[in-house]
């Protein structure tokens, strides 16, 4: 089991840039997929990014390319997301999960350990 802790969230202005990081708990975290996802007032929680145990392999939802990256530390136990050019439309809360298997995947339903969340607003 894992338990996995969101920090880095807060209020910045269109095009700004932040760092969000997860920090895990536990000895296997090198053996989790983990993923990034993102729930705004009234929707539903969807998918950003997906990195494999290894870091060397990476996914990114369409909406997010090219302005964020997810990266990860085994040895530090931690996972970030750097997100430049940041638009209101990102405004949400942020959550990081770790998931058992070993493919990545962008559904929700494929993840096993959630974190609490952190507050993501973008001012236009």
């Known amino acids: 089991q894992v338990q996995l802790v969101e920090s880095g969230g807060g209020l910045v202005q269109a095009g700004g840039s932040l760092r969000l990081s997860c920090a895990a708990s536990g000895r296997t975290f090198s053996s989790y997929t983990m993923g990034w996802f993102r729930q705004a007032p009234g929707k539903e929680r969807e998918f950003v990014a997906a990195i494999n145990w290894s870091g060397g392999t990476t996914y990114y939802a369409d909406s997010v390319k090219d302005r964020f990256t997810i990266s990860r530390d085994n040895a530090k136990n931690t996972m970030y997301l750097e997100m430049n050019y940041l638009k209101p439309e990102d405004t949400a809360v942020y959550y990081c999960?770790?998931?058992?298997?070993?493919?990545?995947?962008?559904?929700?339903?494929?993840?096993?350990?959630w974190g609490q969340g952190t507050q993501v607003t973008v001012s236009s």
């Open positions: 999960a770790a998931c058992v298997i070993v493919s990545l995947t962008t559904s929700p339903k494929g993840y096993n350990y």
